[in-house]
């Protein structure tokens, strides 16, 4: 097998948005090639067990698994001839040079029995298929055993079958946490409360665009069945201000806040016997790869920087096109519109066929459907912010970079006495973000206590800037040519 491999399109991703992307990239006829860092294709959405498990996954605890089902259909019907797939394998860096993209590639820590891939890739099209990860704020206590993000806990079922602990609170805020508190239930675990930070009356200004998406409806009716007959406590514009233990999760404070975002006195209550708590404040976009690669990005309505595409997925990158998450946070059914935009354009661009040029233009169907989900993503935004007053809950001793064990206190001395207003300088400063996750977990929050008026975009900008992507050995930092060495170590 060659070192380097060369495809008209490469998906990064293999979640709702890549698996569209290629299936569809391929059915136009471009040579496709989709990496991913899990085993397996699916995505944190559809994440499940391995495939060899018996009895095989039936889809119990995933929404939406007969769409998995029809993509995955035509995905494995491309493999072996258009399309190749490498499981287990992170994009560690992406070069934009004059004949398309050059991405380095390294095994994942997820890659199990993952067969190994080649170490570069280059495609004249490139689409990014990222997905995100949760958006945290911290609270005091929330970096004890036993506090996980509300995604992590709902990937964790899928994958392993079993509970992360019998006792939960589930926090936040946003539809997402329904489906986390149901899939808890469903697979035995007691949920002790739900606690929105919003309230669901913001949801009243929306109603029209609401109605536009009837399976919203009935998804979110489906979940209310279940916290019926789980005797679900759904708790609104209620937060969880400190996570209580010695050594692990016992206990949580919760209080109820106004419409700004802040604790009401007198409405503060204790919730004992757990061991398990999961917080979900919406998602951010992972945006290494495109940032690097220098597409235009904006902050979109839920305070995530997203990256600009036009009606195409097509990015102000030539040749680059962004679908699910990394274009804004949409969930699952946005994202495989987007996939299956963004795959014929890409595909067509190549002119790989004479059929795939005269398919250039995009489906207008597709875009009239993306449109319609975008509207409701931006309603649910709305509807669901970050509580404003969120930073008031911290103490000066609360860790805020958990990496590196930076305080509240520490980024508060840094803002006042070293002029660190963002969060590139609060790096500098305080280390924050300069740990393993990067500033992945905390990069949101460092940049809301850095500013005056919470984060800016250059402030997120310069959390998502990472010439190197994930973690990598220094004998692959050896296959770079000097010249780019030196532009990671200046630019990082």
């Not at 994958?159 to 899939?183: H, I, Q, S, W, Y």
């Amino acid at each position: 097998m060659s070192s380097i491999e060369h495809y008209d399109v490469a998906i990064i991703g293999a979640g709702p948005a890549g698996l569209a992307a290629a299936a569809t990239a391929a059915e136009h006829g471009a040579r496709v090639v989709c990496i991913d860092a899990n085993d397996q294709p699916g995505g944190q959405f559809w994440r499940h067990r391995p495939e060899e498990t018996h009895p095989a996954d039936d889809g119990s605890l995933h929404h939406d698994w007969k769409t998995y089902l029809r993509l995955r259909e035509r995905f494995d019907a491309a493999l072996g001839g258009s399309l190749r797939f490498y499981a287990g394998r992170h994009v560690w860096m992406a070069q934009r040079e004059e004949s398309g993209f050059t991405l380095r590639t390294t095994a994942s820590a997820q890659a199990g029995r993952a067969a190994p891939g080649p170490q570069t890739v280059r495609a004249t099209r490139l689409v990014v298929c990222a997905g995100g990860y949760d958006r945290q704020l911290p609270v005091p206590g929330w970096d004890l055993p036993g506090v996980m993000a509300a995604g992590g806990i709902q990937a964790f079922i899928k994958a392993n079958g079993m509970l992360p602990g019998k006792r939960f609170v589930v926090a936040g805020t946003g539809p997402f946490l329904l489906p986390v508190a149901a899939n808890l239930a469903d697979a035995g675990g007691a949920v002790a409360a739900v606690c929105e930070s919003a309230d669901l009356t913001g949801w009243f200004p929306h109603l029209a665009t609401a109605a536009r998406v009837p399976a919203k409806a009935l998804e979110g009716a489906a979940y209310a069945k279940s916290f019926l007959k789980h005797r679900i406590p759904y708790r609104t514009r209620t937060v969880v201000t400190e996570v209580l233990g010695s050594d692990r999760v016992q206990a949580v404070r919760t209080a109820k806040v106004d419409s700004r975002g802040r604790t009401v006195p007198g409405s503060e209550r204790l919730i004992e016997d757990v061991d398990a708590v999961g917080f979900g404040w919406g998602f951010t976009a992972q945006l290494e790869l495109p940032v690097a690669l220098g597409a235009e990005t904006r902050v979109d309505d839920d305070g995530s920087l997203v990256g600009v595409v036009d009606a195409q997925q097509h990015s102000s990158v030539p040749g680059l096109y962004l679908a699910g998450e990394v274009s804004g946070v949409g969930g699952a059914a946005l994202a495989v519109v987007e996939g299956l935009i963004a795959g014929r354009a890409a595909a067509a661009a190549t002119a790989a066929r004479p059929s795939a040029a005269e398919s250039s233009a995009a489906d207008p169907r597709l875009v009239r459907k993306a449109a319609t989900y975008r509207a409701f993503a931006r309603a649910m935004h709305l509807a669901h912010p970050v509580p404003a007053g969120w930073q008031d809950w911290l103490r000066p001793d609360t860790t805020v970079c958990r990496c590196e064990e930076v305080t509240a206190g520490d980024i508060a001395a840094a803002k006042k006495h070293l002029c660190a207003t963002d969060a590139r300088t609060m790096k500098s400063m305080t280390r924050t973000g300069m740990g393993w996750c990067q500033g992945k977990v905390c990069g949101f929050a460092v940049s809301c206590l850095a500013g005056a008026e919470g984060a800016s975009a250059e402030s997120l900008q310069s959390v998502a800037k990472r010439p190197v992507g994930v973690p990598v050995t220094l004998s692959e930092l050896l296959t770079l040519e000097d010249e780019q060495v030196l532009e990671i170590t200046t630019d990082h």
